[in-house]
């Protein structure tokens, strides 16, 4: 899930493969300018491509959850909360604060960095110039709307997990949506020692109970009109492109939820001859041994490889 708590080296992928047998996943031991050159020539040959993008391609982007970026702007918080538990952004997100006042002086900083401030990153929209003239459809779980503010069509996207920029009844008591951002900005100028007054905490328009950040944790996950739209757009274009030739081009999709993009990417490469596998990711690139060459793994940074693949194609 999105939002738990993963240290490196914590999940080890090989104890929990669904349907690759773990013997067969390698690294490749291909240079990486002949992963490059294969990788683009793919890209340039095929009808469509689809994109499932994970948290490693925002981390890549400059979206980092710890380190500095977390350090220099949640000070407050770190000394408020404690250090032990303020770790990272993905951490502070699990904290169990003590009302409604505290999480929403959270949360509505939070959005702020990682979804509002940031402009469209330089590697989404090198990413945006690699299938912009092709049929593309994105599949992402990430939840900082990096896709939409690249110039990727709406109706291109379905982002699974749901949106920093959405708050939702806790309990999910009705299939609706709400736009944060003024909220969240009022909260920012408000907050005072973490906290926000309690006459901007959101109250649910329906039920009258508590509200949540748009983001799936739980079973209470909102999946509106949109999103179900969204999701039939994705099923139609995969029937639509059944038998073309399709490269699926995964970025920064880690073991934390695999069962979204990594599994059925695989899957769908076995079950269509005509269709690869490009599978970028700074530590876990691995694939399947058994698809031979219509599998290509590169490791390491993200960014770099962006660029190169754009370069050779253009
Ligand atoms: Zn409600």
Redesign the pocket.
């Known amino acids: 899930m999105l939002f738990k708590k993963i240290r490196k080296g914590h999940a080890d992928w090989r104890d929990f493969l669904c349907d690759t047998p773990a013997r067969d996943y390698v690294f490749q031991k291909d240079a990486y300018e002949d992963q490059i050159n294969r990788s683009a020539e793919f890209i340039k040959d095929a009808d469509s491509v689809i994109i499932g993008a994970g948290a490693g391609i925002s981390t890549a982007a400059g979206i980092q959850y710890g380190g500095k970026r977390f350090t220099d702007n949640f000070v407050e918080f770190i000394e408020k909360y404690g250090g032990q538990y303020m770790t990272d952004m993905y951490a502070a997100g699990f904290y169990p604060y003590p009302s409604e006042e505290a999480k929403w002086g959270y949360w509505s900083k939070h959005a702020l960095m990682n979804r509002f401030d940031p402009p469209a990153l330089p590697l989404y929209r090198e990413l945006h110039d690699i299938v912009k003239d092709k049929e593309y459809f994105v599949l992402t779980t990430n939840v900082d709307h990096q896709f939409y503010k690249a110039g990727f069509e709406p109706e291109r996207i379905f982002a699974t997990q749901g949106d920093y920029g959405e708050i939702q009844?806790q309990?999910g008591?009705?299939q609706k949506v709400y736009a944060s951002e003024a909220l969240f900005k009022k909260m920012d100028e408000a907050r005072k020692d973490c906290l926000i007054p309690s006459e901007l905490v959101p109250k649910?328009p329906?039920?009258g109970?508590r509200m949540a950040m748009h983001l799936r944790c739980d079973n209470y996950f909102v999946e509106d009109g949109a999103w179900h739209e969204a999701a039939d757009r994705y099923a139609d274009f995969l029937e639509q492109n059944k038998g073309k030739n399709v490269v699926l081009l995964e970025l920064g999709v880690g073991f934390n939820t695999p069962i979204i993009i990594r599994f059925p990417f695989e899957k769908m490469v076995r079950e269509n001859n005509s269709y690869v596998l490009i599978r970028l990711n700074m530590d876990e690139a691995v694939v399947p041994e058994s698809f031979g060459n219509r599998a290509i793994g590169i490791s390491g940074d993200m960014a770099g490889a962006i660029t190169d693949i754009r370069r050779e194609i253009s």
């Open positions: 009844c309990r008591c009705h649910c329906v039920c109970g």
